[in-house]
C-alpha cells in the first residue's frame, strides 16, 4: 500500500512504459554479445566490430535530437509509436543480413528506431513519476532496462549454441511486436507533453552538465561493446555475456535505491561516488588475469552506472523546464550515445595498434576527467548562486 500523501508511481502509462521498453531493451541486449561474434563469421574483420557499434550508436544520436524537438511538438506518445513502427521494420531486416557491411547498415537502421523510441519513453517515465519521486521513479524504469541487461547477453548465446543465429532473429522480432502493440496504448489520451506552439529545441542547453559527464564516463562502454566479448573469451570467460550479466545485477541491486537516495540527499552525493567506482572497474579490467576478475569488473562498473545513470537523468530533468522534457532527455542520452560512438571508434583505432586493456586504461582517464568537471561546474554554480 501507498503512504499516506505519497502520489501514485505505478500508473497505467508508467507500468506499460517500462514493460515496452523492458521489451525493446531485451532485444538489444541479445544481440549485445552475439552480434559481433556474428559479424566475424560472416567474414568481418576486428574493426568491423567497432563500426557496428559505431553506426548504432551514431545513429541514436542523430535521431535523439529529432526525436526531442518532435516530442515538445507532437508529444512523446506519438513519437514512441512511430520509434516502435521503425523498430518492427528494421529489427526483421537482421533475417536478411548476410555479409558485415550490410550488418552495420542495418545496425544503423535499428540505432535510428531505438533513438526515438527510447527518448519518448524516458520523456513519458519522467512526465508520469511526481517531482518528490522523479528519482525513484526512474531509477525503477532504468531498473526494467538494467534487467534485460541481466538475461539479454547470456541468454542469446545460448540461443544462439542450441539452435542458430535465425532462430535468435525470428525471437528478437517477435519480442518487438510485442512491444510495439504495448507501445501503443501508452498515453492514449495524450497529456504527456501536449503541443502548445512551440517549435522545440534540438539541443537543451540546461542539461548540458549531465550530458558532458555522461558522455566522459559512458566513452567507456563503446569499447565494451565492442571489444568485451573477445577479450572475455581471451582472459577464459567462456560466455562472454557473463560479464553483461554481472554488470546488470550490480546495476540492478542498487539502482532503485540509488535513485532514493539522490531525491533524499542530492543528485552530487550519488553523482560523485558513483564516477569513482565506474573509473575503478576500468582500472580492474584492464588488469584482468582470468574470468573471475572480467566478471568482477562487470559487477563493479554496474554498481557505479546503476546508480549514475538515473541520477543524470533526473539532474537533466530537474535543470530543464517542464516543457523541455523531451529535449532534455533527447540531448543527455543522445550526449552520452555520441561518448560510445566515440568509445567504439576509438577501441577500432586501438585494436590494430595497441593490446585491449589501453581501450580499458583510457576510458578510466576519460571517466575520471568527467567527474573533475563535474565538481568543478557544481562547485562554480553553487558559489554564484544557480545551485
Not at 555479409?99 to 526515438?116: K, L, N, Q, T
Not at 531498473?143 to 547477453?153: D, E, H, N, R, Y
Request: with cysteine.
Amino acid at each position: 500500500m501507498l503512504e499516506s500523501g505519497r502520489q501514485r508511481l505505478f500508473t497505467v502509462d508508467f507500468s506499460l512504459t517500462c514493460a515496452a521498453s523492458f521489451l525493446s531493451w531485451t532485444v538489444n541486449n541479445l544481440l549485445l554479445a552475439t552480434l559481433p561474434i556474428y559479424v566475424l563469421a560472416l567474414g568481418g574483420k576486428d574493426n568491423h566490430l567497432g563500426y557496428v557499434v559505431a553506426a548504432y550508436n551514431l545513429s541514436l544520436f542523430v535521431s535523439r535530437p529529432l526525436a526531442g524537438k518532435w516530442s515538445e511538438r507532437l508529444g512523446p506518445a506519438l513519437l514512441l509509436r512511430v520509434g516502435a513502427g521503425m523498430l518492427f521494420v528494421s529489427i526483421f531486416a537482421y533475417l536478411l543480413v548476410g555479409d558485415p557491411w550490410w550488418a552495420i547498415a542495418v545496425r544503423a537502421a535499428h540505432g535510428v528506431g531505438m533513438g526515438i523510441y527510447t527518448t519518448s519513453a524516458t520523456t513519458i517515465a519522467s512526465y508520469a513519476a511526481p517531482a518528490n519521486r522523479r528519482g525513484e521513479a526512474l531509477g525503477i524504469f532504468s531498473t526494467a532496462l538494467a534487467l534485460t541487461l541481466a538475461i539479454g547477453p547470456a541468454l542469446g548465446m545460448l540461443i544462439v549454441d542450441a539452435y542458430s543465429y535465425q532462430t535468435l532473429f525470428v525471437v528478437i522480432w517477435l519480442m518487438t511486436t510485442a512491444s510495439a502493440l504495448m507501445a501503443y496504448r501508452v498515453d492514449r489520451g495524450g497529456r504527456y507533453g501536449q503541443a502548445g506552439g512551440r517549435t522545440g529545441k534540438l539541443f537543451n542547453t540546461d542539461a548540458l552538465l549531465p550530458s558532458l559527464v555522461g558522455f566522459a564516463v559512458y566513452f567507456s562502454y563503446g569499447g565494451l561493446s565492442s571489444y568485451l566479448p573477445v577479450y572475455a573469451l581471451e582472459r577464459g570467460l567462456a560466455n562472454p555475456g557473463l560479464f553483461f550479466t554481472a554488470y546488470a545485477v550490480g546495476a540492478i541491486s542498487i539502482r532503485i535505491v540509488g535513485g532514493k537516495l539522490s531525491d533524499a540527499f542530492g543528485r552530487s552525493r550519488v553523482i560523485i561516488p558513483a564516477i569513482v567506482l565506474m573509473g575503478f572497474s576500468l582500472l580492474v579490467l584492464s588488469a584482468a588475469a582470468d574470468a573471475w576478475s572480467v566478471v568482477t569488473a562487470g559487477w563493479l562498473f554496474g554498481l557505479g552506472s546503476g546508480v549514475l545513470y538515473p541520477t543524470l537523468m533526473a539532474l537533466a530533468v530537474d535543470r530543464s523546464s517542464p516543457q523541455e522534457r523531451g529535449s532534455a532527455m533527447a540531448t543527455l542520452l543522445g550526449t552520452l550515445e555520441l561518448g560510445i560512438t566515440f568509445g567504439a571508434i576509438f577501441g577500432s583505432l586501438v585494436v590494430a595498434r595497441a593490446p585491449l586493456p589501453v581501450i580499458w586504461l583510457a576510458s578510466s582517464f576519460l571517466a575520471f576527467l568527467g567527474l573533475l568537471l563535474y565538481v568543478y561546474q557544481s562547485a562554480r554554480e553553487r558559489r554564484v548562486g544557480l545551485t
